[in-house]
Structures are given as structure tokens and as C-alpha cells.
């Protein structure tokens, strides 16, 4: 592959800069819970809302995921406050949690 094109199709998340800068919402998050929120913002791809896993060995190298709770804790955080909605219930011997971004307050995602 050239190098331009590879260039050309770098991927990322995106967040809205008045998200970020001025929305309440997003600053009243703990930093643990704006970590999950991202990484489970890169997984989507467009078509997969509702359908993304986040696996707590994704993040456990990460400043404040030491343990399973502070996973957890993030993600019931986002729930709370409506960033995200929990679509599949996993757990011990199961299938993994299943979610969904819902769009509520972020206005990059596209809607299936």
C-alpha cells in the first residue's frame, strides 16, 4: 500500500469539540468512566451499536483500572448518567456485556 493512502485512512475517535470544552455532562464524568466511554467509542464502527464489547483485560493497563471494580463502576457511571446503555447482560461463564452508545449527548454518532 502507498504511504498516501495509508495516510489517508488513519482511524480515530471523535468527539465534538463543544463536548469536550463546555458540556456539563461530559465534565461531570470521573476520568475512569471518559476512559470506557472512549474506548468503547472506538470499537463502534457505524453498524455495531448495541452489539460493541469492552473486556475489562482491555483496560487494565490503564492509570485507575487496577481492578475489575473500577471497570465496572465506569461503566455503571455512563449508564447512569445515559452515555451509555448496557444491551446484553454477560457475566461469570457467559457471553461478555453488550453495549450501546446512546447518542444522547454526543452528537458524532450516526444512528442505524
Same mark, same amino acid.
Given at each position: 500500500m502507498r504511504k498516501g493512502r495509508?495516510?489517508?485512512?488513519? /482511524?480515530? #475517535? @471523535? =468527539? !465534538?469539540?463543544? #463536548?469536550? =470544552?463546555?458540556?456539563? @455532562?461530559?465534565? /461531570?464524568?470521573?476520568?475512569? @468512566?471518559?476512559?470506557? &466511554?472512549?474506548?468503547?467509542? @472506538?470499537k463502534y464502527n457505524?453498524?455495531?451499536?448495541?452489539?460493541?464489547? =469492552?473486556? &475489562? /483485560? !482491555? =483496560?487494565r493497563d490503564q492509570q485507575g483500572f487496577s481492578c475489575k471494580s473500577s471497570f465496572y463502576g465506569a461503566a455503571r457511571e455512563l449508564q447512569n448518567a445515559g452515555w451509555i446503555k448496557r444491551t446484553d447482560p454477560g457475566g461469570l461463564y457467559r457471553n461478555p456485556n453488550l453495549y450501546e452508545l446512546t447518542g444522547q449527548f454526543d452528537g458524532m454518532l450516526s444512528h442505524d
Amino acid at each position: 500500500m502507498r504511504k498516501g493512502r495509508r495516510d489517508r485512512f488513519r /482511524s480515530f #475517535v @471523535a =468527539l !465534538e469539540r463543544k #463536548v469536550l =470544552l463546555h458540556d456539563e @455532562a461530559w465534565k /461531570s464524568l470521573s476520568m475512569k @468512566a471518559k476512559i470506557f &466511554y472512549l474506548y468503547l467509542k @472506538a470499537k463502534y464502527n457505524g453498524q455495531n451499536n448495541g452489539k460493541i464489547q =469492552l473486556h &475489562y /483485560s !482491555e =483496560l487494565r493497563d490503564q492509570q485507575g483500572f487496577s481492578c475489575k471494580s473500577s471497570f465496572y463502576g465506569a461503566a455503571r457511571e455512563l449508564q447512569n448518567a445515559g452515555w451509555i446503555k448496557r444491551t446484553d447482560p454477560g457475566g461469570l461463564y457467559r457471553n461478555p456485556n453488550l453495549y450501546e452508545l446512546t447518542g444522547q449527548f454526543d452528537g458524532m454518532l450516526s444512528h442505524d
